[in-house]
């Protein structure tokens, strides 16, 4: 039986309700099946290790990951190879690799534990360009915003690693086939377009003239969602409380006090932190909502939305890897004008619902799952 050593730098055990988490955890689940899989990663002192096959290590304190994001910084590293270093976990990969006949890495920020002449195979998942990701945060950023400098920096280091990757990795995974074409013809053999999945289908969203909810579903500390929902709320909010009051604009996915306090503004903003169970929510809802301008790859939230059958309405940053399934709009006008259309448009809903719900279809984790299977056949 084939072994593999699956490296992540955060616990895939750990239920947090984060994308990479659950995306993680699944991988894990469908892997362990057909193959001796052990897996190590880092955790929370406080999260326990009842896991077989798990060798954890804890995050470093707060001083040790400020000495390693220098390391980074003067060995012109990303500052996330940094915050997510651990000396333990380098040494124990790099004294046990060669017993395994593959290495899976989740995620760039795993890349930087890569051993020095490991002769087995070699996959990582870097999911999206998220050099991309950045640069698009640094030019969205005010000039006088301090954070818009780190992002450049950040833009220019992770874009280095990614080319880095290319070169060292067998196999590399990506999400959006858009983007795994805009990699260099030298490389594509080594690139596995996988998309993103979808577990359940629900189809639970149904019509009415008296739903209420413009939904947003996304962890509220990744700055990419803050930025979407801060703008909603204070451009594109207001103006649709004047012809609608009953509204109410509904954020689910982990949020920090600092963040939820200035996102609350009034009782018709909910911040509710995150749930598991969105049944609730999607009764009552008109659509769901990915309305962010720094976007890369395939917006989770969104194929979360189609999964319950919702109508979705996208930036166009958002909707060009899903196509014509969800509406789009040109700016802040033409935003308005759609959820006015569908708070009224039974026809329009409900045909976008059928388009969400099979658009799904083709996303089920059973059959996107059986492509990780076929990675270790080379």
Not at 144 to 158: A, R, T
Not at 187 to 212: A, G, H, M, P, R
Request: hydrophobic share 40%; aromatic share 16%; proline share 2%.
């Amino acid at each position: 039986m084939k072994k593999i050593l699956f490296v992540t730098t955060r616990n895939p055990f750990s239920g947090r309700y984060s994308g990479d988490v659950i995306r993680s955890l699944k991988i894990i689940n469908l892997l362990k099946k057909k193959f001796e899989l052990h897996i190590i990663c880092l955790k929370d002192k406080s999260e326990k290790n009842n896991e077989k096959n798990l060798i954890s290590f804890n995050y470093p304190n707060l001083f040790l990951k400020f000495i390693y994001c220098l390391i980074s910084f003067f060995k012109f590293q990303p500052l996330q190879f940094g915050l997510f270093f651990s000396r333990d976990l380098k040494i124990y990969i790099e004294d046990n690799a060669d017993k395994y006949d593959y290495l899976f890495f989740y995620h760039i920020r795993s890349s930087q534990y890569l051993p020095k002449n490991y002769y087995g195979k070699t996959i990582i998942e870097m999911g999206d360009l998220y050099s991309e990701n950045y640069y698009q945060t640094y030019e969205y950023l005010n000039f006088l915003n301090p954070l818009k400098f780190i992002y450049y920096l950040e833009s220019y280091l992770v874009k280095k690693i990614e080319n880095k990757i290319l070169n060292d990795f067998d196999k590399i995974i990506l999400f959006s086939k858009k983007e795994a074409d805009r990699i260099d013809k030298k490389f594509k053999n080594k690139i596995i377009q996988i998309n993103e999945s979808i577990d359940q289908i629900k189809n639970k969203y149904v019509f009415s003239k008296d739903n209420f909810r413009i939904l947003f579903v996304g962890n509220l500390n990744y700055l990419p969602n803050l930025l979407a929902c801060k703008y909603f709320i204070k451009n594109i909010f207001p103006k649709l409380k004047l012809e609608f009051p009953l509204i109410k604009f509904c954020m689910i996915g982990s949020i920090n006090k600092f963040n939820r306090f200035f996102l609350k503004n009034n009782s018709s903003i909910e911040t509710l932190g995150a749930k598991k169970d969105l049944s609730k929510y999607i009764k009552n809802s008109i659509c769901g909502l990915a309305n962010l301008e720094i976007a890369t790859g395939v917006q989770g939230k969104v194929l979360t939305y189609m999964s319950w059958g919702l109508p979705v309405i996208c930036s166009k940053k958002v909707a060009q890897n899903i196509g014509l399934n969800v509406l789009s709009y040109n700016n802040d006008k033409d935003l308005i004008k759609k959820f006015s259309n569908l708070k009224t448009n039974k026809q329009k809903c409900n045909q976008l619902s059928k388009n969400s719900l099979k658009f799904s279809k083709g996303l089920n984790w059973k059959k996107v799952g059986l492509k990780y299977l076929k990675l270790f056949n080379f």
